[in-house]
């Protein structure tokens, strides 16, 4: 369950809900939501997939986005809940808190440097207003499709 404690009534249901799991005597686990990455941050590595997909020439900005997941952070185990199967599934930047996105996308500038010669600039480095105005309003499948 997740309560937000910051609002008065969600801090009183976790308290119940805390001392019942107390009470029970079995053993539970306590985590704390981390923060999710930011609306910036999602936009500017959606940006530059875009950047990279053009640049290495994808026709899908979907598939170019796994492959650059998959080459910088490899694929995770997880359990298939049906069969109890483990598979490999690829990381979710939907599911990063903001330093763990931050972190990936810090390996992936210098990674389309160096590997690619693609340059991804950030907020404030030299071409980031020119990359933004070149790739602003223009929609994946029309920029990835166009001729």
């Not at 404690?5 to 107390?22: D, G, H, M, Q």
């Not at 986005?65 to 910088?72: E, M």
């Not at 390996?107 to 020119?130: N, V």
Request: with cysteine; charged share 25%; proline share 1%.
């Amino acid at each position: 369950m997740i309560f937000k404690t910051s609002n008065t009534f969600e801090r009183k249901r976790a308290e119940v809900y805390f001392n019942k799991l107390i009470s029970s005597g079995k053993t539970i686990e306590l985590s704390e939501k981390r923060k999710a990455r930011t609306l910036n941050q999602n936009a500017l590595f959606h940006l530059w997939v875009q950047v990279i997909a053009d640049h290495a020439g994808y026709t899908s900005f979907e598939n170019c986005k796994r492959d650059i997941k998959r080459t910088l952070l490899g694929t995770k185990e997880e359990a298939n809940q049906f069969t109890g199967e483990i598979q490999q599934v690829d990381y979710k930047t939907s599911e990063m808190s903001t330093s763990e996105l931050s972190s990936f996308m810090d390996k992936m500038k210098m990674w389309a440097q160096s590997e690619l010669g693609c340059y991804l600039p950030y907020f404030g480095d030299p071409g980031y207003e020119e990359m933004v105005s070149e790739y602003n309003g223009v929609t994946k499948q029309k920029r990835l499709f166009s001729s």
